[in-house]
């Protein structure tokens, strides 16, 4: 709901509490347990933010946020609520949607190439350790001194294995590279491809301007990216939220402070982002979150505990929104002293004790003000959404995404001449003149043999005719000597008997 300044009624207790559009690009936190409310906070804010011309993107993690895509039915419950909070602009209405779906199944395909990725972002998807990550950045720098395209899981693959066959001809140009580290991530790409992640990579690559599109009405078109699958591959969950939000940060220009933000962002499961962070991961997170406000976006974090966010992010997020946490043991209470030393104090709320009564649909808020400055923590309900509560059916989405202005643009995958080609050729020449060279060296080791065996050969037939010749000679001297010895004999012995 929006009144008559221009600014978005969202929740009410004995005054209207509104987010003002100039301060809703400095970010924000919709916190509380399970069942609380979250969802429809984060509804109500979806479809506001539409009504005034911002479009959103969402992560649909429980498959109930398709209902904004449609008006809001008669519901008992509902109407109570805008009767006791005397709501008198309240209307229902539906809200402009595109699907999308990193599988391609309830939404339009939402890819991007390997190379957009960049080593960090994988490193972490793949669950990689220091080292290994230092050599899958390696790989990154190889691919781009040699002006291959790494596109789809297939060109990474092919370029790692490249390069642990070719790593002794690397290492004084790049450093060493480990068998063991192009080893982990061959396995990690394999139980990627298993997950059935190879569909997010690959082109054609999402256009970030079709995430920042109005309706010829001119409402802003609130993407919804189906999660609930997704969400049983946390790290790719977190991890593809996180580069979109770098994309935005490094492709948007600087827009200063404009008077409401180009998009809104909202990350659901927000803890999933920090969980196990390197730290020069969690550094970037910073970054971005600190800067991105001056291109014009507004990130909003959604989770159960502010806890769950890293406390120099914690820090930038100026809206907020605070549902019930449950405190059962010691550090239940502990959470809920840390989420109440976060709001700006009200004399007139107890947000230690408050914070644990807090009905469903309640919360303790505080939005900016003009001046940047967060108000006094009220508590309040939230405003009802204009839009339906659960699901839409599976021919009522199928019907919207075939009406959509990008229906046809990225269904088709392709898939052109890449690091995977390049490389297979590559490979395939070096094996045959790698075959030649053992080819060539066979034929030079038979000749040589050969040689060897002719030498070895003649060499035999010398001695043997040497022996043959010693031994015929030999045997002819003894024979002349044993006939001249006999003669001898015989002369004498004759010469003997003559004279008898």
């Not at 987010?19 to 509804?43: C, D, E, F, W, Y």
């Not at 229902?92 to 395909?109: N, T």
Request: with cysteine; glycine share 8%.
């Amino acid at each position: 709901m929006i009144d008559a300044s221009g600014n978005l009624l969202i929740a009410k207790s004995d005054k209207e509490l509104h987010l003002i559009p100039k301060m809703a690009n400095r970010h924000g936190l919709i916190a509380g347990a399970t069942g609380t409310g979250k969802t429809v906070s984060l509804q109500v804010l979806a479809e506001t933010f539409s009504a005034i011309g911002v479009p959103s993107f969402l992560a649909d993690v429980k498959g109930d946020l398709s209902g904004i895509a449609k008006a809001a039915s008669d519901n008992p419950k509902i109407a109570a609520r805008v009767q006791d909070m005397k709501l008198t602009g309240y209307t229902q209405r539906a809200s402009p949607v595109c699907f999308w779906d990193l599988y391609g199944e309830k939404g339009h395909p939402l890819r991007t190439t390997i190379s957009e990725m960049g080593s960090l972002l994988l490193s972490r998807l793949l669950n990689l350790n220091e080292v290994q990550s230092g050599v899958l950045n390696l790989v990154f720098r190889l691919a781009d001194d040699s002006g291959l395209l790494l596109l789809d899981l297939k060109d990474l693959r092919k370029m790692v294995e490249f390069t642990g066959e070719n790593r002794d001809k690397f290492t004084n140009e790049y450093g060493n590279i480990s068998p063991a580290s192009i080893g982990a991530i061959q396995r990690g790409l394999l139980v990627m491809e298993e997950q059935g992640v190879e569909k997010f990579f690959g082109e054609p690559a999402v256009d970030l301007m079709d995430f920042m599109q109005t309706d010829s009405q001119g409402k802003g078109i609130i993407n919804i990216l189906a999660a609930d699958k997704l969400m049983l591959s946390p790290a790719l969950y977190s991890t593809f939220l996180l580069w979109l939000l770098s994309e935005l940060f490094e492709q948007l220009p600087e827009t200063g402070d404009p008077e409401k933000p180009r998009l809104v962002f909202f990350f659901d499961e927000a803890h999933l982002l920090f969980d196990n962070a390197p730290k020069v991961l969690l550094e970037k997170i910073e970054l971005v979150v600190r800067l991105i406000r001056s291109k014009g976006v507004g990130v909003y974090f959604i989770t159960q505990n502010p806890l769950d966010i890293n406390e120099d992010v914690l820090g930038q997020l100026g809206n907020r929104i605070q549902h019930a946490i449950r405190a059962y043991t010691p550090k239940d209470l502990k959470a809920v002293k840390a989420a109440a030393d976060t709001f700006r104090t009200n004399p007139a709320v107890n947000v230690e004790e408050t914070i644990t009564q807090l009905g469903v649909g309640e919360a303790l808020v505080s939005f900016l003000d003009e001046k940047g400055i967060p108000s006094p923590v009220e508590k309040a309900k939230i405003v009802p959404p204009s839009s339906l509560i659960g699901a839409i059916t599976d021919e009522e989405r199928k019907k919207i995404i075939q009406r959509s202005t990008v229906f046809g643009v990225y269904e088709k995958k392709i898939d052109r001449e890449s690091a995977f080609e390049m490389l297979q050729k590559k490979m395939e020449l070096q094996k045959a003149e790698e075959d030649k060279q053992k080819m060539e060296q066979q034929h030079a080791r038979e000749a040589g043999k050969r040689t060897r065996q002719q030498k070895s050969k003649r060499s035999t037939g010398s001695i043997i005719l040497d022996d043959l010749t010693k031994y015929a000679g030999r045997t002819i001297t003894r024979q002349i000597g044993t006939t001249i010895g006999r003669q001898i004999v015989r002369g004498i012995l004759g010469s003997m008997l003559n004279k008898r």
